[in-house]
């Protein structure tokens, strides 16, 4: 296949033998991809500041058929989001960002609204001091990318319309709302009225304007908890990123 240019966010970096580097990235037209950057370590002219995790960059890429990596023959660095970089928690949190899409999304899969996604997420994060209402509405989105979005209409046992709930029951298993007549002792999150709004409404309201939404502290921490336990049971393992920022969160508060 011939030469192409394509935007992406690198998503990991590994050092192969003494000089190459094989790059996870997510690009712009077709969804997330790996590749080889030989002798990446050693040039100074090819790659000058790009290829690290985070950035926004440009890739120049040949393609082969029936090989699973692409070769990576230069770059230019676009953002390196430095405002993350300074701030231990938010290199946290964009490191998040990209283990999830890693664990949701797999290699050749087209998706222009995850590169969308991540890219303006990263961009609200390094400026926003609310951090994490943009860490909140980054995972509910691209788990709705990912095919799996909330159902928070109605119960899912009995119909009945979320608005005529009390008190709905969030279940990580079934991934929505049933009402407490129909909950039957199974694991799961109640939810204020206030929290089921805040959910949908990051779900449904277009980018960037969604990440003007602002939670209660008593609503971040319902949301907090739902997509805790969503993502354990979705993604069967604790993050390493997720580790590092509860050991951040255990250290300072």
Known sequence: ?????VEAIILQVQLYGEADLIIDFF????GRMRGM????????????????????????????QNVSLVRIDQGELIDPFPGIRKDFKKWGQAGFFCEMIK???????????VFELIRESLKVLEQEKRDQEVFSIYQIRLFKLAGYAFHLTSCL????????????????????????????GEN???????????????MHMSLPQVFRI???????????????????YIIGK???????????QEAYG
């Open 157 to 184: 046992s009995c119909g009945k319309k979320a608005e005529e709930i009390q008190n709905p029951i969030f279940s990580p298993v079934r991934g929505g709302v049933i009402c407490p007549s129909c909950h039957k």
């Open 27 to 30: 690009s712009s037209q077709s």
């Open 238 to 248: 604790e993050l390493g990123s997720a580790r590092y920022l509860k050991q951040l």
């Open 188 to 202: 799961g999150i109640r939810l204020s009225p206030g929290a089921v709004r805040s959910i949908h409404q990051s």
């Open 1 to 5: 296949m011939p030469n192409k240019s």
């Open 103 to 113: 664990e949701l999304f797999g290699v050749g899969d087209p998706n222009p609204a």
């Open 214 to 232: 602002r939670f209660t502290r008593e609503i971040r921490g319902e949301i907090e908890g739902l997509l805790k336990s969503f993502s354990s």
């Open 37 to 64: 950057a030989k002798g990446a370590k050693k040039s100074k002219k090819r790659f000058v500041h790009c290829l690290e995790p985070l950035n926004w960059v440009r890739l120049h890429l040949f393609e082969k």
